[in-house]
T-cell receptor
């Protein structure tokens, strides 16, 4: 079966750096997405990786290793507004998105 | 800037009633999707449409139906609601083709409670 694993919850301190991991087992691979979802709101797109390596976008970076079935989202200079759930999703060979359950990130002052 | 709009934002209804959740986008995206989101679970695909006039079943289609008469609208109907359909429903759209990555644009969600 297809599976996406990510930690359920993480806690970090304002101003620090946090890395949220995502491992996947899917039928084929056509890209990996990270979305941010604040409580009670809709998910919003953060990043897309289809080739191995690091994609940097401001304070957020996303890394992909297709051979290891692994990605991480790196958040730098954490702010209180970064408290949210972070969803990892993989597009499989049928171009369907497989979603992880999300990682709830709690930022403490 | 509207983007993608869902209605209603919240609804309580009795089991056995029929309910339609509306979804409209003004971005001319070809693909549209309906997901449900339940605590502790990832987003689960109910139905999708790759282009106007076509629809397909997702991971959890039972008890739901959709139609795609035009590019903009993608309503989701619960023919006879049951308590297990209590959930938050998200409609999403995505551009297809060209340089598009296929990222999803989500509506604000419809919180449905079936009693």
């Amino acid at each position: 079966g297809q599976n996406i694993d990510q930690p359920t919850e993480m806690t970090a301190t304002e101003g620090a750096i946090v890395q949220i991991n995502c491992t996947y087992q899917t039928s084929g691979f056509n890209g990996l997405f990270w979305y941010q979802q604040h409580a009670g709101e809709a998910p919003t797109f953060l990043s897309y990786n289809v080739l191995d390596g690091l994609e940097e976008k401001g304070r957020f970076s996303s890394f992909l290793s297709r051979s290891k079935g692994y990605s991480y989202l790196l958040l730098k200079e954490l702010q209180m507004k970064d408290s949210a759930s972070y969803l990892c999703a993989v597009r499989d060979s049928n171009y369907q998105l497989i979603w992880g359950a999300g990682t709830k990130l709690i930022i403490k002052p | 800037i509207a983007g993608i709009t869902q209605a209603p934002t919240s609804q309580i209804l009795a089991a056995g009633r029929r309910m339609t959740l509306r979804c409209t986008q003004d971005m001319r995206h070809n693909a549209m999707y309906w997901y449900r989101q339940d605590l502790g679970l990832g987003l689960r695909l109910i139905h999708y449409s790759n282009t106007a006039g076509t629809t397909g079943k997702g991971e959890v289609p039972d008890g739901y139906s959709v139609s795609r008469a035009n590019t903009d609208d993608f309503p989701l109907t619960l023919a006879s609601a049951v308590p297990s359909q209590t959930s938050v429903y998200f409609c999403a759209s995505a551009p297809v083709g060209g340089d598009a990555t296929g990222e999803l644009f989500f509506g604000e969600g419809s919180r449905l409670t079936v009693l």
